[in-house]
């Protein structure tokens, strides 16, 4: 399934406003097809509880593979009156950089979205990177989720 920043941001207008088309580019060419809809579905779990206010702060950073984990990075910006935090390196570690803006979010909003993203990824370690059908771990020189016809 190939979906451009616009259709996305048609999809899910209120999460979407600091999404750049380079980040979705890249997210989606980093893995397969067959876990798009799992990040679409985490979207859309995130779209629908945010408020107006904590929606509109929300940015996704990065989106990638590694190692077969699916990885999603995101943050809440600061709100108009914050402190100003100093910009982080894109390839952060989530807790860290959750640790560092904690005091700027609430913790349920933040555990909401953890939990979403949490549960994306259980989902992908089950489910097969080229086609979305259940799928495990293979080592065939890098580790990869696929189902048996996709191993390789
Ligand atoms: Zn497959």
């Known amino acids: 399934m190939r979906e451009d920043v616009a259709a996305l941001k048609r999809r899910f207008p209120r999460i979407t406003s600091h999404l750049s088309q380079s980040v979705l580019d890249e ?6 097809t067959g876990w798009h809809s799992i990040i679409f579905e985490a979207l859309a779990r995130i779209d629908a509880f945010l408020d107006d206010e904590h929606a509109s702060r929300f940015s996704l950073r990065q989106i990638k593979e ?5 990885r999603i990075y995101w943050r809440l910006l600061p709100a108009p009156g914050d402190p100003e935090v100093d910009p982080k390196p894109m390839r952060i570690d989530i807790e860290g950089e959750h640790a560092i803006l904690s005091h700027l979010w609430p913790d349920d909003v933040r555990n909401a979205v953890e939990g979403e ?10 489910t097969c990177e080229v086609c ?3 799928g495990d771990a293979q080592a065939h020189g890098r580790v990869r989720i696929t ?6």
């Open 27 to 32: 997210g989606l060419s980093r893995c397969g």
């Open 66 to 70: 590694k190692w077969g984990d699916l």
């Open 117 to 126: 993203i949490t549960a994306a990824r259980i989902r992908a370690t089950k």
């Open 132 to 134: 979305g059908a259940p």
């Open 147 to 152: 189902c048996l016809t996709h191993s390789d």
